[in-house]
């Protein structure tokens, strides 16, 4: 099939006009190089087909959802069955809270659960509850850290009033001294301290927090009576069926989880210990979606699918093979990648690119050779890849030689 891109471009036409600018948030394509494919007409496995017939292999997984593969048999019959009874309906189905009971025995720190529809909902619904059970103010958020789009954590100050972030004192990840220093700062008022599993820095790096961080962060909210809040929304199920730092033995008092938790069916949730079981449950949060019985359906076939078929090592393992393989082929062309995170949420930067034109360049060779990825972004391995890696490889080859081609050697 030959790259072609004509039915998308009229697509992004068409959007320019009838949303603000374009397609919005994490989907826009503003940033990325020009005529990169937006629009997604179907996708199965690791795979997605755009407007024009072509298909790639997907190293995005929607931005983290897609975990077991697009269409999960296993998943769409769950599906398909609850669908068949009901979704959204004026009470919950008996299957919210078997996902509920299914959640709180796989989080070696969930005696509870509640679930809502984005990681922004989570992460937020974790401070509120932070605080109603502390009856304080403070939240200490490591610099450089996305937690969603909510007024207290949205990057952009753009019609954000001040107040929304007065309460927030920000530290620098993986270092303890900072985070001391942000908890002095915080006196007595301190509520609790939000931190991810990995710090992603788009455009820059990902780095895994140190046991030793882990425990620091656990042993300080210890010492102050505050919450120690996982925010696990990019990483859920990718490491553990549990809290990722469980892999840490640090448990959080308060969990966030999201993107993964149906396989791509709109549902997170947040997870949470005895301690503050009365600060959840004096805390109002809702939402008109928030009880659908689809989205419980898929999740407990994701769970199941995932336990049953070896997910996350497979992940790992198809992660590894894709860092070695573009590692081998860089050198082998004379570039070298600076690839960092973990192999299941893999970043990859061109050394010696300050301006990422070879990055960007690399991105649009590699979307005509059929491989979707993201020139800054971090991506996201999914266990179908472990079909697709070895081809991926063959179609990034194509790309690293075009790209030397076009830059010579990246000195
Ligand atoms: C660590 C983290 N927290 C929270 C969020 C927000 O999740 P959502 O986009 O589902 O609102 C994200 C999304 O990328 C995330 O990576």
């Not at 795979?47 to 296993?74: M, Q, S, T, V």
């Not at 008022?189 to 820059?204: K, Q, R, S, W, Y």
Request: aromatic content about 10%.
């Amino acid at each position: 099939m030959q790259y072609q891109l004509d039915k998308d471009l009229a697509l992004r036409e068409r959007a320019a006009t009838a949303f603000p600018a374009g397609i919005y948030g994490h989907m826009s394509t503003t940033p990325l190089p020009q005529n990169y494919p937006q629009f997604i007409e179907k996708a199965d496995g690791g795979r997605i087909w755009g407007y024009d017939g072509f298909e790639y292999i997907d190293l995005l997984c929607a931005y983290g959802p897609n975990i077991l593969g697009y269409k999960h048999p296993k998943v769409e019959e769950a599906v398909r069955r609850q669908m068949a009874l009901g979704d959204c309906t004026t009470g919950p189905s008996a299957i919210m809270v078997e996902l509920a009971e299914k959640m709180i025995d796989n989080g070696q720190h969930a005696d509870w659960s509640l679930f809502c529809k984005n990681g922004s909902d989570a992460t937020t619904i974790c401070l509120m509850i932070a605080r109603a059970q502390t009856g304080r103010n403070k939240i200490l958020m490591a610099q450089g850290t996305y937690h969603g789009v909510d007024p207290w954590c949205n990057w952009s100050r753009v019609g954000i009033p001040d107040e929304a972030k007065a309460n927030l004192i920000t530290f620098k990840y993986n270092d303890s001294a900072s985070l001391e220093e942000a908890a002095t700062l915080a006196g007595d008022d301190l509520a609790g301290i939000i931190v991810t599993p990995n710090l992603h820095e788009v455009f820059v790096t990902q780095e895994l927090a140190t046991a030793e961080f882990a425990k620091k962060v656990r042993s300080l909210c210890d010492k102050k009576g505050a919450a120690l809040i996982l925010d696990d929304v990019r990483c859920s199920y990718r490491f553990s069926l549990g809290s990722t730092w469980e892999t840490l033995g640090v448990l959080p008092d308060l969990c966030a989880m999201g993107k993964t938790l149906a396989n791509g069916y709109a549902l997170s949730a947040v997870t949470g210990g005895d301690a503050f079981r009365d600060g959840a449950a004096k805390s109002f949060t809702t939402g008109s979606y928030w009880f659908s019985s689809v989205a419980f359906a898929a999740a407990l076939a994701t769970i199941e699918a995932i336990e049953a078929e070896d997910a996350i090592s497979r992940m790992h393992a198809a992660g590894t093979k894709l860092r070695e393989g573009l590692a081998q082929q860089a050198n082998s062309y004379g570039f070298t990648l600076h690839q960092s995170g973990p192999v299941q949420m893999p970043l990859f930067l061109f050394d010696g690119d300050p301006e990422f034109r070879l990055g960007q360049a690399f991105c649009n060779e590699a979307m005509k050779a059929g491989v979707y990825l993201h020139p800054v972004h971090n991506m996201f391995i999914c266990a179908a890849h472990d079909k697709d890696i070895a081809e991926a490889l063959q179609r990034t080859e194509l790309a690293f030689e075009a790209v030397k081609k076009q830059f010579g050697t990246a000195a």
